[in-house]
């Protein structure tokens, strides 16, 4: 059963920057795509960026040119660097992994943005 912890939520103000963290335990980390996704209050989950297990990645394009994804196989980490944040991306932030499909997801962690 693999574990995804996140971390590195928090407030900031429009125009910061977060880096949100995904620890990932108990599977084959480096053979599974990694996904961040997002839900804001009263609205459905949404996707954000995915990583391939050989580094290929793809974002929406509401966070295209803003946020980066990147893998640490190493550490078993998937990261999420977010820029120019926005009111707008106020969300709670979800990792979710899978070999394919995301069968794996966190718990999630809250990024507020002020204007």
């Known amino acids: 059963q693999v574990q995804l912890v996140e971390s590195g939520g928090g407030l900031v103000q429009a125009g910061g920057s977060l880096r949100l963290s995904c620890a990932a335990s108990?599977?084959?980390?480096?053979?599974?795509?990694m996904g961040w996704f997002r839900q804001a209050a009263g609205s459905e989950r949404e996707f954000v960026a995915t990583?391939?297990?050989?580094?290929?990645?793809f974002y929406a394009d509401s966070v295209k040119g803003r946020f980066t994804i990147s893998r640490d196989n190493g550490k078993n980490t998937v990261y999420l660097q977010m820029n120019s944040l926005k009111p707008a991306d106020t969300a709670v932030y979800y990792c979710?992994?899978?070999?394919?499909?995301?069968?794996?997801w966190g718990q999630g962690t809250q990024v507020t943005v002020s204007s």
């Open positions: 108990g599977g084959t980390f480096s053979a599974y795509r």
């Open positions: 990583i391939s297990w050989s580094g290929s990645t």
């Open positions: 979710a992994a899978g070999p394919d499909k995301y069968i794996y």
